[in-house]
């Protein structure tokens, strides 16, 4: 349940962290079987910056959590459907908002209710937040080559959180999953 906790930053979800001074990530605390267990990371190629987030649960998720990753992926998918040069930043944020409402998620969807973030994504290169941001009040056309990580995240306040998250380039005609690693929830 960590997962579930809220963030210090603009983020959609925290951490308990390894101390109240900087309550993000992980904690000392064991994990549990059957909890979602997300795993956000980051890597480094020749200077350039990935990021990508991967589920996994000891055992098998209650049913809630698999829904919730099950609706993460649809938005994912959504928005990615819409990635072209010329496409707007924020009419994609707002598009996956109202897909995570028909999906039953208004309250939950990128962060706990009343704390949601504000992007459905952010630009990563030489650094791992950049230009562009998927976002709300961020209204500006993507490019060819821009490169950004999406990430829809639900997060249950005091339960749990899941996602999924891939860095994409745009293409000429759509966009590139650079991080293409499997997409299901890895049970150990």
Do not use: W
């Not at 952010?122 to 490019?143: K, S, V």
Request: with cysteine.
């Amino acid at each position: 349940p960590t997962g579930g906790i809220v963030s210090q930053s603009d983020s959609p979800m925290g951490g308990l962290g390894l101390s109240p001074a900087f309550p993000v990530g992980a904690s000392l605390r064991p994990m549990k079987a059957h909890e979602p267990i997300v795993v956000d990371f980051g890597t480094c190629y020749h200077g350039y910056q990935a990021d990508e987030t991967r589920m996994f649960s000891i055992g098998k998720m209650n049913d809630k959590f698999i829904d919730a990753y099950k609706a993460c992926r649809e938005i994912h998918d959504a928005a990615l459907a819409e990635v072209r040069p010329g496409a707007d930043c924020e009419a994609i944020f707002l598009n996956s908002v109202r897909l995570a409402e028909k999906l039953g998620y208004k309250e939950s969807y990128l962060g706990p209710p009343g704390l949601q973030t504000c992007f459905l994504g952010h630009g990563i290169g030489l650094e791992l937040n950049e230009f562009p941001f998927i976002a709300q009040g961020l209204a500006y056309p993507l490019e060819q080559g821009m490169t950004f990580a999406l990430e829809p995240k639900i997060v249950f306040a005091g339960e749990g959180a899941v996602g999924i998250e891939n860095t994409v380039v745009v293409t000429g005609d759509g966009c590139e999953i650079l991080t293409p690693l499997e997409q299901e929830i890895f049970e150990v």
